[in-house]
Every structure is written in C-alpha cells, then in structure tokens.
C-alpha cells in the first residue's frame, strides 16, 4: 500500500484510491519542468494524481 511518501505536493489523493487517476499536471502543463528544475508540483513525471469520480 502507498504511504505518504509516495505522494507529489500536487497530487489531490494517494495512487491507487478509488474514483482517481493521472491527469496533467496543471503547474507545468505536463512537461515535468519548471525552468532548468522538475517541477515541484509532479516531481518531473508531468502527471498528477487527482480524484476522478465523485465521491
């Protein structure tokens, strides 16, 4: 089970819950970068995790 470390600060809830999934990371557009450094919402991967159902 995923634990609080495997979290981005742009992720709404942990990978794996219910009623979520991948989406684009709004803070870099997906591109995983902010400038020269990985963007500090997504960690450089370009997705967030987010709810996607309505719970």
Do not use: F, W, Y
């Not at 990978?15 to 979520?20: C, F, G």
């Not at 991948?22 to 803070?27: A, D, I, K, L, T």
């Not at 902010?34 to 960690?43: L, T």
Request: net charge negative; aromatic share 0%.
């Amino acid at each position: 089970m995923p634990d609080q470390s495997d979290l981005n600060p742009g992720d709404e809830v942990k990978p794996a819950t219910d009623q979520s999934g991948e989406h684009v990371c709004p803070r870099c557009s997906g591109t995983g970068r902010q400038g020269e450094a990985p963007c500090p919402d997504c960690g450089g991967s370009g997705k967030i995790i987010a709810l996607v159902g309505d719970a």
